[in-house]
Nanobody, 113 residues
Framework: QVQLVESGGGLVQAGGSLTLSCTVS????????MDWYRQAPGKEREWVATITPGDWPTYADSVKGRFTISRGNARNTVDLQMNNMNPEDTAVYYCKARRYKQWGRGTQVTVSS
């Protein structure tokens, strides 16, 4: 069974940085396309970034140039490095293996102005 656990969220000031991590079990993360999503209060969940099995990243326009998705240093993890953050980045962040239906519980990120 696929399980995903997001961590690393918190409160940061505008212009600051955070790194989120997704710990994956039940599948080999490096062999799967992995996505990060986010859901802001009162809004629909939106796609943020993707990394393919070949480690090719793609990003939503709203985060391009500020966020970096990568395979984590820890085994079977996927990270999301977030720089130059702004209040519009405030959301619950989720990771997902594209082939599978499971979602993690997410991690809250709050950016203060």
């Amino acid at each position: 069974q696929v399980q995903l656990v997001e961590s690393g969220g918190g409160l940061v000031q505008a212009g600051g940085s955070l790194t989120l991590s997704c710990t994956v079990s039940g599948i080999i993360a490096s062999g799967n396309t992995m996505d990060w999503y986010r859901q802001a209060p009162g809004k629909e969940r939106e796609w943020v970034a993707t990394i393919t099995p070949g480690d090719w990243p793609t990003y939503a326009d709203s985060v391009k140039g500020r966020f970096t998705i990568s395979r984590g240093n820890a085994r079977n993890t996927v990270d999301l490095q977030m720089n130059n953050m702004n209040p519009e980045d405030t959301a619950v962040y989720y990771c997902k293996a594209r082939r599978y239906k499971q979602w993690g519980r997410g991690t809250q990120v709050t950016v203060s102005s």
